[in-house]
């Protein structure tokens, strides 16, 4: 548009009026994807939600109790008894600062003292606001303001990005896919005007993705491949290389400032890629500077040799390297990602949560609805243009594909591409069709103008039809699926009215109210952050990973008989375990089901001692009824969870609801290591107490059983003992 | 009744120590105005040393223990009985018998071996671990000429309880198991046995105990602090171990346990501590000797010892003798103080200070302190320039650096005044 040619609508220039719509649209959008995800507000309440949230929240209430350097150098007594976790090192602390700056801004710039869960609770939603701004940047880069509207308002209400960012998920996923979207729009920007303010910039949110999300390693690889990518095709430009070394420089010794990052950067086979491409870039820059310096048959004796030269020197010294162990290897969850049966059989702690199974196909339709089919068609687009910009939509695109069908997780890195080459389609389709610019020319025929205007109207109303159909599939999903904080759980009562099952916050807070504060829990991992967040216990081990064996020790002791399990108790010490059965309401989710997983991990590292056949019948059969196996019914786990349940049967045989089992009333379970302390109205969580040692020194069994049968024996027999030591 | 009215006169009477004792009796075939002379002999032990003696038949209807949870009594004396009978048995029985102990009652039981025990309390004994022999099972012994079996100083079990016995000993005696709070204070002589058939060889059905497995007096020390003594005959009873088994020695207190930096003194009994850190852990124990505290000071080859532990000890320290102290203000020097000074292994994590002191005829020490050793915060390492091998890559970086800097001065100025000296 030239200056002179300005159109103007009631005397106000059209750009204002344009930007005052974008401003307005923008609001709009805004406002859609963050009362969108105010659902599980409105249905439940104010809460965290689910597990690792509520460690976030733990740490960030840390954070504004205490100062940044304590949080920096915060060694956490209260998880991985008696471990202890280095909480500050092993953290990504972006969510964290990100929410105490606020605070801390919210309460001293503008004294209004908000509670911080609250704005734990809400940051996800704001945080998806900016996601989509960031999201029409990028996508107004790839082709127009047009496509960078429609791909704003994708982002903003699309169900794959929503299940990590309704309000109160309050997880790293929520600020870190804002950042993915900034650092990609940054990244393209410099990219494209090789300005070095604009690498900077990249580097920045690099920096700052870092601090939130171990998912950094995504833009760590997919850059470098980005420009990897041109540089095979003979793109290769100083632009180029000023925003890739830029970033590169700046980027990784920012994200050595991470304490839990450190020196992977140079160390890791994950960042190898970034450092190889930074390396071969040098390489290609000389090579361009040397090509403008010799004649043409010299510089390609000149490439032949370098290349076979550096290749080797590359491939040799990596594999050295990683031999040597200067390198870390690979871990098991990028194994994962080639082969998704590895983690099945190597690491059953990766394969025990369900976030890392394999997608299911009708997911990807569910997550993204109409976008998944609109999705080839912006990436053939892509292919029509190919600029630099598109090829990193293709790259992108066709690698995040293949990784979300291998982990449920990465649906969500997914969703944002689909969004923008759906817009990007879509904008494209509507260019050509809402195009009515030829019903003024009166070139054509009325016949021509009326089939193409007939056409027009079928393809536009189908698609506003689609686009309607979207936003409301969206809203389905996200208020029926995505807004259960999974604490609260909901249900019906027998007349249909909504009921809300509120076990877990019953239990914590019974823990909360009636142990010693530094009682230790011990429970499955799954219920460590929560026992740690809402009940304040010491537990042993908890969504953090970190240590194998310790989880594998937890294992053993649910899977074992009694007497075992006991020294493991005690050597623990262990005050409390906790368990969740769901067999009183039908609740699938118990650990129970999970008991496997326990048995199978701690068959990991006690192959002699537990073995996962002696869990099944004869025939294969997993189960808990009267033919359930020895091992089983002699299990910690099975006893606990079945521990007066015959009482609500009235003595008769019980009938496990979530396994559709009776068990006999002849099988109901004897405890002699624990107490029972405490078990929630509907059963779903049944705290016990371990048994101090006996006051006399007989074995806690006999010291149990002593007194409850009145058999009298008359006749002095010599009781069979081992002589005295 | 003058001997009952004479109880109750004589409770009124202040005693040596306070407490009430119960004194449980075969009241079937002894008549209180003509007591036996066994149960006058502990009738005036127990008045010479407690507030209250109240003595009590196992038929009596008013034999009282508990008044709801809490025992009203702190001593039970159980003697023989010829029926086996228990009136109270709501009172009496084996199950409130173990209760006692955990409620620190300490209990001696008498045996005899011409009468049988209560089912409750022969169960109760079992339960710990002791097995008395059978109603007409004897201890004999027919190395000696009157088969009766010489109990010496070769016969202890436990020099901590008795220090000396020259016994010619006829009746009951007991095999136990291998119960690790059972203190065998008395054993049989290696060549004595004990049988209740006189004809036939013996073999292991007809004899109860062989040997130095067959015990005569045995112990039992609760971790709560209480103790069992069971006796096979009122001849063994004897002021030395009577004073052993109703507590009045060999009772250990830790009188304080602390544990702070050597270079913060002043700060007791942190929970949070460095890795690395130099430490000092102190304790102070008395003991119980003639019903006061005194300084406990552990025996020659013996020691008092910590382990410093997360799951596994990483230290495991003798603590060395520090003096007697008062473990009152301007009291008396009554504790015996031991320290240990070490340096805290370079491993983050929960650590426990655990003192454990389980020694046979003495009461229990145990203590356990859980506090976190944490990692070097960021700022506690040594700077870049203090590790000499650093200077190595310092320097280097400052080379690049000014290498850099000539570079560009020479590429700006020098080189490019070369170029236009060409071109010109």
Known sequence: ?725 | MIFQRLILLLSLVWAVIGGTSLIIYDSESIDLDHPTPELLKIVRYSESKFNQTVVRGYTDDDLKIFIGEESIVDKIFILPTTSKKILNKKELNKVNLVKLLEKNVDIVVVGDHEKNYPEDIKDFLNEVGIYPSPKGYKLVDHFNSDDKVKLTKQNIGCSRILSSIDKVYDGQSAIIDNNENLIPIVKASSTSFSTNDNVNSIDNDNTWGIGEQSFVVVGLQSLSGSRLTWFGSYDLIDEEILSWSLGFRNILKLQFVQHHKESEPSKLDGTLYRVSDQVIYTIGVSELADNEWKPYEVEEGDALQLSFKMLDPYQRLNLQPLGKVSSTEDGPLDTFAYFVNFTIPDQHGMFTFELDHKRSGLSYLSDKKVVAVRHLANDEFKRSWEITNAWYYIASAMFVVVGWLIFVVNFIYVSRDDSQRKNI
């Open chain 1, 1 to 725: 548009m030239t200056s002179t040619t300005k159109l103007k609508v009631l005397g106000i220039n059209i750009e204002t009026i344009k930007l005052l719509l974008q401003v307005i649209i923008f609001i709009s959008i805004a406002g859609a994807s963050i009362s969108s995800r105010l659902f599980s507000v409105i249905r439940f309440e104010s809460i965290i939600h689910e597990f690792d949230p509520w460690f976030n929240f733990r740490a960030t209430k840390y954070l504004v109790n205490h100062s940044f350097y304590d949080f920096l150098n915060w060694f956490d007594d209260r998880t991985w008894y008696p471990l202890g976790r280095v909480t500050g090192g092993t953290l990504y602390p972006g969510l964290m600062v990100t929410s105490g700056v606020i605070w801390h801004t919210l309460r001293d710039w503008f004294g209004l003292p908000i509670d911080i869960r609250n704005i734990c609770v809400l940051l996800a939603p704001a945080f998806s606001g900016l996601t989509a701004i960031f999201t029409y940047f990028l996508t107004t880069e790839m082709k127009d303001s047009n496509a960078g509207l429609l791909a704003a308002i994708f982002m903003g209400i699309a169900p794959g990005y929503i299940s990590r960012s309704v309000a109160g998920s309050y997880d790293n996923e929520a600020i870190a896919i804002t950042l993915l979207m900034a650092t990609f729009y940054f990244w393209i920007k410099s990219m494209k005007i090789g300005s070095v303010f604009y690498g900077t910039l990249t580097a920045l949110f690099y920096f700052y993705m870092v601090s939130a999300w171990g998912g950094y390693v995504f833009i760590t690889n997919l850059i470098p491949l980005h420009v990897f990518v041109l540089l095979l095709m003979g793109r290769y430009n100083h632009k180029l290389y000023t925003a890739y070394n830029t970033w590169y420089a700046i980027g990784t010794l920012a994200s050595m400032q991470i304490p839990f990052v450190g020196f992977l950067p140079i160390r890791s086979n994950d960042h190898m890629a970034a450092l190889g491409v930074f390396g071969l870039i040098q390489l290609v820059a000389f090579g361009d500077y040397i090509k403008s310096r010799i004649p043409e048959k010299q510089f390609k004796t000149f490439l032949t040799v370098s290349m076979i030269l550096i290749a080797g020197l590359g491939i040799g010294g990596l594999i050295g390297l990683t031999a040597l162990g200067w390198i870390a290897p690979w871990t098991g969850r990028f194994y994962s990602l080639w082969d998704t049966s590895y983690a099945k059989i190597h690491i059953p702690i990766i394969a025990s949560v369900s976030e890392h199974q394999p997608t299911a196909w009708p997911a990807f339709f569910f997550d993204t609805s109409m976008l998944i089919w609109l999705f080839p068609v912006g990436v053939y687009l892509c292919f029509q243009d190919l600029k630099d910009e598109h090829l990193f939509v293709i790259i992108y695109g066709v690698l995040c594909s293949y990784f979300a069908g291998v982990m449920v997780r990465l649906m969500l890195t997914l969703t944002p591409i689909i969004c923008v080459s759906a817009a990007i389609a879509i904008s494209k389709l509507f260019d050509v069709y809402l195009d009515l610019s030829e019903f003024w020319h009166s070139s054509s025929s009325t016949r021509t103008k009326l089939f193409t205007g007939l056409s027009k109207l079928l393809v536009l109303s189908s698609f506003t039809y689609y686009l309607f159909f979207f936003v409301y599939h969206c809203t389905w999903v996200t208020s029926n699926a995505y807004s259960s904080p999974s604490v609260v759980l909901a249900s019906k009562n027998p007349d249909g009215s909504p009921a809300i099952i509120d076990d877990y916050r019953e239990a914590y807070y019974w823990l909360r109210m009636n142990t010693a504060e530094d009682a230790k829990v011990m429970s499955w991992w799954d219920y460590g952050y929560q026992i740690g967040g809402m009940a304040d216990r010491t537990t042993l081990v908890d969504n953090n990973t970190w240590n194998n064996t310790h989880i594998a020790t937890v294992g053993k002791a649910m899977c074992s008989s009694e007497e075992v399990a006991y020294d493991i108790l005690k050597q623990h010490d262990v005050d409390y375990v906790l368990i969740i059965f769901g067999g009183v309401i039908g609740f699938s989710g118990d650990d129970i089901n999970k008991f496997l997983w326990m048995i199978r991990i701690s068959e990991g590292i006690w192959p002699d001692e537990i073995h996962e056949r002696d869990y099944f019948t004869e025939r294969g059969e997993y189960r808990v009824d009267g033919q359930a196996p020895k091992a089983m019914q002699e299990s910690l786990m099975y006893k606990m969870s079945y521990y007066r349940f015959h009482e609500l049967f009235m003595g008769r045989d019980a009938v496990d609801r979530v396994r559709n089992q009776q068990i006999p009333i002849q099988n109901a379970p004897e405890l002699s290591v624990l107490d029972e302390v405490f078990t929630s109205t509907n059963w779903i969580v049944r705290i016990y107490k371990v048994k101090d040692a006996d006051n006399l020194g007989r074995d806690l069994k006999k010291a149990s059983a002593f007194g409850k049968n009145s058999k009298k024996t008359r006749i002095a027999k010599k009781p069979k003992i081992d002589l005295r030591e």
